[in-house]
């Protein structure tokens, strides 16, 4: 029997697991595709969004084709976490990389918390260039649309140590919460000079769809498109203080 919370929701993490449950919209898995999203992309914003994508497929390719130029970066086109990032050729140590992307390949994502559209989605790699500054990856905007609309950045910092999450309207003013599982960065955490063509592309991008996060990096000045997320943190992710996930629920739309 379902509960009351699903039924009739109230809060944002509520809200996401009725979408879980309920909303089998085929372009939910179309969007989270790390691959087929790009020509979606390309499609609305243009190429210039897009990080090109060197190769895919549902496997590596044999040994003597994998002539990637270096620094790249190796995707499960599925998911969250599943990236292995080559920066120098020290990292190129492919047992390693073939038992990893092996794993990936083998282990359903999203099962485990009924996470359907991954389920939807046909398993495959893919290899992108590195963008950014070699010595950190950059920092991640995600921008949470609610009926079409941008009503909160959240953003990832020291990502390749202690991430760290911040919050902030669209006018840059920080919020008062933070994601509970993680620390908040209290630092002054510039405003992207981009900021203004996220939002609009993030728009563009969530069309009529009640709620998806969509992330983006600025790779010298310029916004480039991440990744879709229908589900963050499964529903589960915790806000400090609480009241947050009541008051994002009212951003939903009706």
């Not at 009503?151 to 202690?162: A, L, S």
């Not at 006018?171 to 209290?186: F, G, I, V």
């Not at 009541?246 to 939903?252: A, D, M, S």
Request: aromatic share 12%.
């Amino acid at each position: 029997m379902l509960s009351r919370s699903v039924l009739y929701p109230r809060t944002h993490n509520e809200k996401i697991q009725r979408v879980k449950i309920f909303n089998r919209d085929p372009r939910l898995p179309q969007r989270a595709d790390k691959i087929r999203v790009k020509d979606f992309v390309r499609d609305r914003l243009g190429g210039d969004w897009v990080t090109p994508t060197l190769w895919h497929g549902e496997h590596l390719p044999p040994l003597e084709q994998r002539t990637w130029p270096i620094p790249f970066v190796i995707k499960a086109n599925n998911g969250s976490g599943r990236n292995f990032f080559v920066r120098q050729g020290s990292d190129l140590d492919w047992k390693r990389i073939e038992s990893l992307t092996a794993e990936w390949q083998s282990r359903p994502y999203g099962a485990e918390w009924g996470e359907w559209l991954y389920g939807e989605i046909v398993p495959a790699l893919l290899v992108e260039p590195f963008i950014g500054e070699l010595c950190e990856l950059p920092v991640d905007y995600k921008l949470c649309t609610f009926g079409g609309k941008v009503q909160m950045v959240i953003v990832g910092t020291d990502r390749d140590n202690e991430l760290k999450y911040a919050m902030f309207d669209t006018n840059w003013e920080r919020l008062p919460l933070k994601l509970a599982a993680y620390p908040s960065d209290p630092r002054a955490i510039p405003k992207p000079l981009s900021l203004g063509r996220m939002i609009e592309a993030a728009e563009i991008l969530a069309e009529d769809l009640p709620f998806v996060r969509i992330d983006f990096y600025e790779v010298g000045n310029v916004p480039k498109f991440g990744e879709m997320t229908f589900y963050p943190g499964a529903g589960l992710d915790a806000f400090d203080p609480p009241e947050w996930d009541l008051k994002l629920g009212k951003f939903w739309p009706k």
